[in-house]
C-alpha cells in the first residue's frame, strides 16, 4: 500500500512502515517526528520540522507518528517520551532529538545532515549546464562561488560555464587556483578544452586580420571582418570595442554601398543579443550605445 503525502509529510503507519522506515530510508535520510494531540510541544516540533526540511526534499523525507492511533510503531521505536524525533538511514535510527527544542538547537541537529545552500546552488548548476543554459548556470555557481570559494568542485564548475561563456581569462585564472590533489579527470578535461579555446582565439586568420588592420587602421572592412572573427571565438569585448569605436566614428561608405556606422551598429547589436541575460559586457554596452544616441 503507498503512502499519503500531505504538505510534504508522510504520516506512517502498520500498512506503510515497510515501504517509508526500510525502502525509502535506503534512498534518503528519514526523519520521522513523534507527536500526539494532548502533547502540545510534540506538534510545534513537527511542525518546526516540517519548516526546516521542506526545501530539501530531495535529500531527506519527513514523517510523523501519531503516537495515539499508532502506539504499536512507537513501541517499536522505543519512544519513551514526547516530544522526540529520530532521523533514520538504511532503516537504522542515526540521530535524534528529545524534549521541546529552540529554532537554534533544530537549526544546528539539522545542519549536520541538510545539504549547505553551495551544495543545492551547485546541483542547479550543473543542470543548467547539461540543458545549455548557461546564463542560469552561471549566476547559480557563482553564487554557489560566492558561498564558498574553496570548493574545488564549485571553481571547477564555474570555470566550465565560464569557459563555454567565451571568458577564457577567468576560466584560467580559477584553473590555476585547483590544488593538484583536486586535479580530476574533469580538471583535465577543461585545461585541454582552455587550450582548444586559446588556439582558436588566436588563429592564423585572426592574425592575419590583425596585421593587415595595423597597416591599414582606417578599413571599416577589414574592422568589421576582425570583430566577426573575434565573435566566432568568444572574443567579444574585443569585438565590440571595434565595432563602437566605427559607430562612435560615424561611419563611410563602404564599397557595396552601405554606410560602415550603419552596419557596424547592426553587427554589434548583434553580438549583443547573442550574449545571455544580464552579462556585464552587453550591459556596458547598450549603456554606451544609449549615451550614444542621447
Known sequence: MGYTVNTNMIEITLENFQQVIIDESKNKLVLVSFWAEQVPESITLRDALATKVAPFTDHILLAS?????QGQIAQ???IQGLPTAILVKDSQPLDGLSGPQEEATIA????????KAEDLLLQQAQTFLIENKLADALQAISQAYQENNERADIKLVLADVLLQSGKNDEARALLDSILMADQDSYYKALIAKLELADEAANSPEIQALETQLKNNPDDAVLTQQLAAQYNQVNRNEEALALLFNLVRAGGTINDDGSNSAVKSRELLLDILKSLPDGDL????????LYTLMY
Do not use: M
Open 281 to 288: 559586457l552587453a550591459t556596458k554596452y547598450r549603456r554606451k
Open 65 to 69: 507518528v501519531d503516537c495515539q492511533s
Open 76 to 78: 517499536q521505536f522505543g
Open 108 to 115: 544546528a541537529f539539522l545542519d549536520k545532515y541538510l545539504p
